[in-house]
């Protein structure tokens, strides 16, 4: 057992303490609220005990840690995968059915701590995990937004997003720790200065506004190993005893104030997903925790060590895109202007220390920041920023003599902007792609220059995903029933989940897999029932795509191609259709208009076809509200089909193509990302792959993009569904609702290309690949080969693999083993 302290017995009078304590109540009194606080309370309590030792061996070991610095972690619930991973799991769900406590209702009162948009954040998460799973030394550094990413609600089809407040009910899952804070300092200006006493020169910042940040700390419990990490989350606030002058002092509303400014940093998270805004505000919020990360590490590493210049024997700083970027600079200023080290030095101590990971080629979702904003908010960084700029240009030009082109290319400073991609490239000793093929576009084509000029950098990692959350949390009963095939060994070693395909040809093991995947599309049509009050048929096709709403992710072509089914079935009530359930879920950015959009046609549609009664029901749509990590959960168990349909070259990786395929079910896709890698494992026979290549889209690209209207004119299904976005079928008659959508396919007024994302040009693959797909599910015996092999040949996208890369190629940890404490 993990601890005694998860005996039955021993478990049951802790919820019962806690329940007494914190509301003066008994079981039968607390609220499910209160009785999870109560479960919660007493599960972090044990984790307390693992959570000290681990820092304790760490101490000893001096052992060298990955800094994760990221402006999201999308952590999702926290109780189920604690006790999880900490195998208690079954007996505290024993526990507390023995106080008539249903533990599944307990973990849906805990609010999902969604603090992240999409792939990149929930990556960080399923990174946090192996890295302790793993028994490395880790810290994630990022923000405690008040308000993580907005809730979806769905009124008449739009979308409406609202506030977030997850920490309305508290979060026991924190640490406050205050006696840690750290100041951070923005404005003012900077003078040059020589120190009285050594005589060197030394920067003056004055006149600056201060924040102070304070830490609070969340556990991250590995599996089974006793390792506890720590995801360290900055809130703010002011600074309102200095700073204030005798007069201020005593002014109340002044000091309301500047605590409402601090405050502002950390309010919210920005849920544009891919896409730059410029905001002052959000640059605020990128110096603001890595300052006083960086303020925490410098001082740890002081602790044990005298020398900064061997920083990087102890410390990695991974850079989660280019959003904590301004790492490069803060530390040199930290080294240079607090520890005293000459540029020389800091610089060598830097560029050993920092790491980049780049996560998409998008060019809007490029950050570069208006030098104007940039040097008034930091005047200091932005010093150093043009010294690392001034320095590397003199290289450019050593290796390129007289070709000022490459200079502008690959400067930093550019145009009025700050362009943070090249600082990280320029400053990082590893720059990473997250999939094969993503890899190869940053080297051959986004950052050619670059790759050309320091090849020795460029790397890839292949994302992964943690199979602890999305398959022994997320899927109970296929969980058990593997274990029960092959042991319990895929927990931490997902390369052993190829076992599996020893029991591809037995059909008995593929009756009881179906047969699982029956049962998980039973409990989501239950959960759409309540959430959608529509019925949906369980042996229908679970055809899915979740994901973040975005153009280039094509969530248009999917309900395209469901209008034209439902064309086709209309018109042809005879011709046999497997019946089919297609489901979404997606937030758009809040300013997004064509995504919103897009949520609005889905709905519509999903009206239309629900409640058509001629069509027999062969045909549903379903749009999941607020899809997040809690109901992902549910998601994946259930799919049958897993869309992944984007533009070929523009999804730099897909990890939810990962949890679909370890929960078995094939992919339907482009070869793009991560998708082309999962091909290669599962190979191309089990899955449904269409559409241009990447090679093309880019040549397509090259030569200003394709022309859409000869397509329309000459394929009369297709002009019909388009049209259908313009003639009120699914707009009760209004003519206007989706015109952006369809200004987007054909116009050639529009701003950009028509067609930007090749939707009509992929339109008739993905319609043949779909027709496939219902001939491959008619016949279950293919089927269920087909989604065993799938689950069977996953093991790869495990981020246990993932991390290991990163620590043989960029960081080098070594693990630390912890003891459990004695009882
Ligand atoms: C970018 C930006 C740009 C500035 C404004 C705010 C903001 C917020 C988030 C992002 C992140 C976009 C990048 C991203 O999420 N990329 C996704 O990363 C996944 C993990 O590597 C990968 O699987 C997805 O393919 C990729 O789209």
């Known amino acids: ?109 805990e609010p999902d701590a969604a603090l992240g948009n999409g792939g990149l954040g929930r990556l960080a998460a399923c990174f946090l995990d192996s890295l302790s799973t793993l028994n490395y030394p880790a810290y994630g550094c990022g923000i405690r937004y008040r308000y993580g990413m907005f809730k979806q609600k769905i009124e008449n ?93 005593g002014d109340y509303h002044k000091s309301v104030e ?55 024997e102890k410390v990695a700083i991974q850079m989660n895109d280019t959003h904590p970027t301004v790492a490069v600079p803060e530390l040199m200023r930290l080294l240079i202007d607090q520890e005293g080290l000459t540029w020389e030095e800091a610089w060598d101590v830097t560029t050993k220390t920092c790491a980049y990971t780049n996560h998409t080629i998008m060019s809007e979702a490029l950050e570069k920041w208006p030098i104007d904003l940039f040097s008034r908010l930091l005047p200091r960084i932005y010093q150093i920023v043009q010294e690392i700029d001034r320095r590397f240009l003199i290289e450019v030009r050593a290796k390129y003599p007289g070709n000022e082109e490459k200079v502008r290319k690959m400067a930093i400073l550019y145009d009025g902007q700050v ?21 190869e576009i940053l080297k051959h084509q986004e950052l050619k220059d670059f790759y050309e000029m320091m090849p020795e950098k460029f790397n890839n990692k292949t994302n992964g995903i943690t199979q602890r959350r999305f398959l022994l949390h997320g899927n109970q009963l296929l969980a058990d029933w593997i274990t029960n095939k092959i042991g319990d060994g895929w927990i931490t070693d997902l390369a052993q989940i190829g076992k599996l395909k020893a029991y591809v040809d037995d059909e008995q093991a593929r009756k009881e897999f179906m047969e699982i995947k029956y049962r998980n599309k039973v409990r989501l049509a239950a959960y759409i029932k309540k959430h959608n009050g529509i019925e949906v048929d369980p042996n229908s096709i679970f055809d899915v795509q979740v994901k973040r709403l975005h153009e280039y992710k094509r969530q248009l072509l999917n309900i395209m191609h469901v209008m034209y089914l439902y064309n086709q079935i209309k018109e042809h009530p005879e011709v046999s259709f497997y019946p089919r359930t297609f489901v979404f879920g997606a937030k758009a950015a809040a300013g997004y208009k064509r995504a919103k959009e897009t949520i609005k046609l889905i709905n519509s549609v999903a009206d239309v076809v629900n409640n058509d009664r001629s069509i027999n029901g062969k045909l549903k749509v379903v749009f999941i509200e607020d899809y997040r990590v809690s109901n992902a959960e549910l998601l994946f168990a259930a799919a049958d089909v897993s869309e992944q349909i984007s533009t070929a070259s523009k999804e730099a990786s897909g990890t939810g193509n990962m949890k679909f395929m370890l929960n078995g079910a094939p992919t339907l896709g482009t070869m793009d990302g991560a998708n082309v890698e999962i091909v290669d494992e599962v190979g191309i026979e089990n899955a449904f792959i269409f559409g241009l290549s990447s090679e093309e889209v880019i040549n397509y690209e090259n030569h200003g993009g394709y022309n859409p209207t000869e397509i329309y004119f000459n394929d009369w299904e297709i002009k ?30 529009c701003t950009d290309r028509p067609d930007t994302y090749f939707i009509l040009k992929d339109f008739r693959s993905y319609a043949d690949a779909q027709k496939k797909v219902e001939e491959a599910y008619k016949d279950k015996d293919r089927w269920s080969k087909m989604a065993m092999m799938n689950t069977a040949s996953s093991g790869k996208f495990t981020s246990d693999r993932t991390i290991e890369e990163y620590v043989d190629d960029i960081w080098k940890l070594k693990k630390v083993f912890v003891k459990p404490v004695e009882e």
């Open 1 to 109: 057992m993990y601890s005694k302290r998860f005996e039955k017995e021993t478990f049951k009078e802790a919820v019962r303490e806690n329940v007494r304590t914190l509301y003066r109540k008994n079981i039968a009194e607390a609220s499910p609220q209160q009785i999870f606080q109560a479960v919660s309370y007493a599960v972090k309590d044990i984790i307390m005990d693992d959570w000290i030792a681990t820092q304790k061996a760490y101490d000893e070991a001096d052992a060298k840690a990955v800094y994760y610095m990221s402006m999201e972690f999308l952590m999702g619930r926290a109780l189920g995968n604690n006790l999880i991973n900490m195998t208690a799991y079954k007996e505290v769900k024993e526990a507390l059915e023995e106080m008539d406590i249903d533990l599944n209702v307990v973990e849906d009162e």
């Open 258 to 312: 500047q605590e409402n400014l601090a405050k502002l940093i950390v309010d919210v998270l920005y849920p544009n997903d891919n896409h730059y805004a410029g905001k002052e505000l959000r640059l605020k919020q990128q110096y603001f925790f890595i300052s006083a990360s960086l303020q925490t590490m410098l001082e740890k590493y002081k602790k044990k060590h005298s020398d900064v210049r061997k920083l990087y």
């Open 419 to 439: 362009r943070m991609a090249h600082m990280a490239i320029i400053a990082g000793y590893s720059v990473n792609g997250v999939a094969k093929l993503h890899t």
């Open 720 to 749: 019909r569904v388009v049209d259908q976005l313009m003639d009120g079928t699914y707009a009760n008659g209004n003519h206007e609702m989706y015109k952006d959508l369809y200004n987007s396919l054909l116009n050639t007024q």
């Open 157 to 249: 089809g739009y979308q409406v997003e609202t506030p977030d407040n997850w920490l309305k009910e508290g979060n026991p899952f924190e640490l406050r720790r205050e006696e840690y804070a750290k100041e951070v300092r923005f404005g003012g200006n900077v003078h040059f200065d020589k120190d009285p006493e050594t005589g060197k020169d030394i920067f003056v910042q004055e006149n600056y506004e201060s924040v102070l940040a304070i830490p609070y700390d969340m556990p991250i419990v590995g599996y089974g190993n006793h390792v506890v990490n720590t995801l360290r989350v900055w809130d703010a606030k002011a600074i309102t005893d200095f700073q204030l002058d005798a007069f201020d002092r």
